[in-house]
């Protein structure tokens, strides 16, 4: 079973921004395809950014489009989430999520089912 440790959250203004980071267990992190979601208070989990095994293919919501980036260090098993330009509504606990095997890595997955490795998650509060 892959673990996954976020780090990086914290308070921050609006405008601000942080950098997420998921560092992973294991030797097949390269298979993987990765994503992070966010949670806020009361409101379900949804997607804010994926990739592929690669980083070559990379998706993102649209409400954070232009703002985050999500990138991948292989070498390293950690996946990247950065966030510039923080907004109050940016608010919320941010998971980690990994699909591994059988799931292909070369697919971008969009719903919390088709992940089966979760972080503990990370708060991230951006102030008005």
């Known amino acids: 079973q892959v673990q996954l440790v976020e780090s990086g959250g914290g308070l921050v203004q609006a405008g601000g921004s942080l950098r997420l980071s998921c560092g992973a267990s294991?030797?097949?992190?390269?298979?993987?395809?990765m994503a992070w979601f966010r949670q806020g208070p009361g409101k379900e989990r949804v997607f804010v950014a994926g990739?592929?095994?690669?980083?070559?293919?990379?998706a993102y919501a649209e409400s954070v489009k232009g703002r985050f980036t999500i990138s991948r260090d292989n070498a390293k098993n950690t996946v990247y989430l950065q966030m510039n330009s923080l907004k109050p509504e940016d608010t919320a606990v941010y998971y980690c999520?990994?699909?591994?095997?059988?799931?292909?890595?070369?697919?971008?997955?969009?719903?919390?089912?088709?992940?089966?490795?979760w972080g503990q998650g990370t708060q991230v509060t951006v102030s008005s």
């Open positions: 999520a990994a699909a591994t095997p059988p799931r292909s890595g070369s697919v971008l997955y969009f719903s919390p089912r088709d992940y089966d490795a």
């Open positions: 990739s592929r095994r690669t980083g070559g293919s990379t």
């Open positions: 294991g030797r097949t992190f390269s298979r993987y395809a």
